[in-house]
């Protein structure tokens, strides 16, 4: 595809369902990265692939949260027993460096808004 | 750990004025990048400009300029002759150049330009 695909675009959960967040990145691209935005702020990093590597899971909130990228190229975030604090828009974005990004730009996806009630 | 502050929730501009949306931030890293991101409605994050902490010369994109301050820690944005497709939410953001890729947020200036 032309740019990193996420889906589904809106998520409605109930709280203590669990979900699952799929992002497929621009097809070569070695870097992954999650994002969470909540409403009214910035994007926070939660956490990065380098292939099927995790190499940073440090901004994960819980371990509720769990990410995977089993083949080096699409990716699922799931979050289990939702919380109504999990409710934000999650950000998928890829690059083609490796790890070196800055090098070569970070590409975003649209996003899933997941919404706990 | 590096923190980014961004003082103006809301701006607005006259199309084809000009308009400056400020950005500090804190770290005690030498090196490093800064960015400025664009959000519209498709939420989609948008890369406007970079620059290297290590370059004096501040950073230019067309229409968009930069105000890099590397003592007083401030990077400003200049957007020259606004459009109505600027609109937008803008982030500005911090990366260390070693020993993590994550991007630092701030929480977003929203841009609008009036007709």
Redesign the interface.
């Known amino acids: 595809g032309a740019g990193v695909s996420q889906s589904p675009r809106y998520k409605v959960a109930k709280r203590g369902q669990d979900v699952a967040l799929r992002c497929d990145p621009i097809s070569g691209h070695v ?1 992954l ?1 999650w ?1 969470q935005q909540a409403l ?6 939660l956490t ?1 692939f380098q292939n099927e590597a995790q ?2 899971k440090s ?1 994960l909130p819980s371990d509720r949260f769990f990410a995977e990228r089993p083949e080096g190229s699409v990716s699922t975030l799931k979050i289990q027993r939702t919380q109504q604090e999990d409710s934000a ?1 999650y ?1 998928c ?1 890829s690059s083609m460096d490796r ?1 070196r ?2 090098n070569s ?2 590409h ?4 899933t ?1 997941l919404t706990v009630t | 750990a590096q923190t980014v502050t961004q003082s103006q929730p809301e701006m607005s501009v006259q199309e084809a004025e000009t308009v400056t949306l400020s950005c500090t931030y804190d770290t005690s890293e030498s090196n490093y990048y800064l960015f400025w991101y664009k959000q519209p409605p498709s939420r989609q994050m948008i890369l406007v400009i970079r620059q290297e902490a290590y370059k004096q010369q501040n950073a230019t994109e067309n229409r968009f300029s930069v105000n890099f301050q590397k003592a007083a820690k401030s990077f400003s944005l200049k957007i020259s002759d606004s459009q109505l497709g600027d609109t937008a939410m803008y982030f500005c953001a911090f990366m260390k150049t070693i020993g993590s890729e994550k991007l630092v947020f701030g929480k977003g200036t929203k841009l609008t330009v009036n007709p």
């Open positions: 870097s990265f994002y009214g702020q910035g994007p926070e990093f990065y190499l940073d901004g828009v950000l974005a790890g990004y800055y730009p970070l975003f996806g649209n996003g808004r």
